[in-house]
């Protein structure tokens, strides 16, 4: 199984990213897939997940400015991130839960976002 993420980068706080995670490969069906982020120094957080009925949960600190959405015919999960914080700077990565196999889990290669004030 390999996630893509893309679309990370450089944005002035009060702007706005979507990041883009596709999954590719053998795998009978996806249970969930969320949105991790990691900044310097901190430990990896989850930030916002959705399962393939599409229930969502989110981290209490970007409740409101961030949105997650998947496309389950292509295996792509979204995160649209609003009203972006310097405190959101970290590199985001995303994570899939097959479907039956509860423990396992896949991660992508990370992307980078930098909020600047």
């Known amino acids: 199984v390999q996630l893509q993420a893309s679309g990370g980068g450089l944005v002035q706080a009060g702007g706005s990213l979507r990041l883009s995670c596709a999954a590719s490969?053998?795998?009978?069906?996806?249970?969930?897939m969320g949105w991790y982020r990691q900044a310097p120094g901190k430990q990896r957080e989850m930030v916002a997940s959705?399962?393939?009925?599409?229930?969502?949960k989110y981290a209490d600190s970007v409740k409101g400015r961030f949105t997650i959405s998947s496309d389950n015919a292509k295996n792509t999960v979204y995160l649209q991130m609003n009203s972006l914080k310097p405190e959101d700077t970290a590199v985001y990565y995303c994570?899939?839960?097959?479907?039956?196999?509860?423990?396992?889990?896949?991660w992508g290669q990370g992307t980078l976002v930098t909020v600047s004030s």
């Open positions: 994570r899939l839960t097959p479907i039956f196999q509860s423990n396992v889990h896949y």
């Open positions: 959705i399962t393939r009925g599409r229930s969502t």
């Open positions: 490969g053998s795998f009978f069906g996806i249970n969930d």
